[in-house]
């Protein structure tokens, strides 16, 4: 991370597990003003205490966006969690995008995802896909960060496998270039704070493609216990999900990464995240063997 030292930076969702990451970073490299955005402030009276500027924003009014984004340069925009009803997490991008501009901010980064366009199955692509189009609509620069699955996500799935002996879905021979929270933290800190001013799209993936085959593999080898890959249609999968209480509506997004997977939506492989942070992004394996405590809890 280097440069843009006289910048004020804000960081929205600063509560969430993301943005307070990122602030915790800048706080570490970055020696310029940073601001915190979130909808509850009292939740981050400690960085108020190292000197970060908190204030309230609320995604569903733009006159308080505009508000809060009052004297920022630079804005990392994090994509926001409503996705309740169809539209309204769009609508709340749209919104600070709009407040950006109004606010004067010169350039927004935003979190979006790995192959956004209309062929994606994943439930999630039209709100990104949307979200960068406003932005390439709007007079900001932008860098779009698309990143690929969160790793963190495998940890549950390979509890339910060590419980089973199989690891269950519906992804095929699909592959996915998994990448850590940590790894996203550090390259959107870093994207930030960098010197550039125009527009780009960057990837933001792990070091390898890697199949739902290879991750039962790996989860064999560090726990000593045999886990096989059970590949299953997708509506089998949904079924699965439902009979576990799950609404179908629900048990249909979820199951849409699957099929996005499946498709090889998410098996490109940069070397981004290295080249913004300087620090290589972890492998499954590493990630699996350093939190074995978590899916295997006699290794605790």
């Known amino acids: 991370m280097s440069s843009n030292q006289k910048a004020t930076m804000l960081v929205t969702g600063a509560s969430g597990q993301l943005g307070r990451r990122v602030v915790e970073l800048l706080l570490e490299t970055y020696k310029g003003t940073i601001v915190a955005a979130t909808r ?13 500027i908190v204030r309230q924003a609320d995604f569903e009014d733009t006159a308080s966006l505009s508000q809060a984004f009052q004297g920022v340069d630079r804005l990392l925009l994090i994509s926001t969690d409503a996705v309740d009803v169809p539209g309204r997490r769009l609508n709340q991008h749209r919104n600070a995008i709009k407040a950006a501009e109004q606010a004067g901010v010169q350039h927004v980064v935003y979190t979006s995802i ?12 039209p709100d990104h896909r949307g979200t960068e189009e406003a932005l390439s609509a709007s007079s900001l620069g932008w860098t779009s960060l698309r990143e690929n699955i969160y790793m ?21 021979d699909g592959k996915a270039a998994y990448i850590t929270r940590e790894d996203v933290a550090h390259a959107s800190a870093a994207a930030l704070i960098a010197p550039f001013e125009g527009r780009r799209t960057l990837e933001i993936t792990g070091p390898e493609a890697i199949s739902q085959a290879e991750i039962a593999a790996i989860a064999s080898k560090l726990t000593g216990r045999e886990i096989a890959y059970v590949p299953i ?28 997977i499946a498709q090889d939506k998410f098996s490109a492989v940069t070397n981004t995240v290295e080249e913004l942070t300087g620090r290589k992004p972890i492998s499954v394996a590493d990630f699996l063997s350093s939190n074995q405590g978590v899916f295997n809890p006699t290794t605790a």
């Open 40 to 52: 509850t402030p009292e939740k981050l009276a400690e960085f108020s205490q190292r000197g970060v």
């Open 114 to 125: 790995i192959n956004p366009g209309p062929d994606s199955p994943a439930f999630v692509a």
């Open 152 to 172: 963190d996500m495998l940890l549950m799935s390979v509890s339910q496998a060590l419980q089973s002996g199989k690891l269950v879905n519906a992804i095929g």
């Open 233 to 260: 249609p997708l509506e089998a999968l949904i079924q699965a999900m439902e009979s576990n209480g799950l609404p179908r509506p629900l048990a249909e997004a979820y199951a849409s990464f699957d099929a996005a």
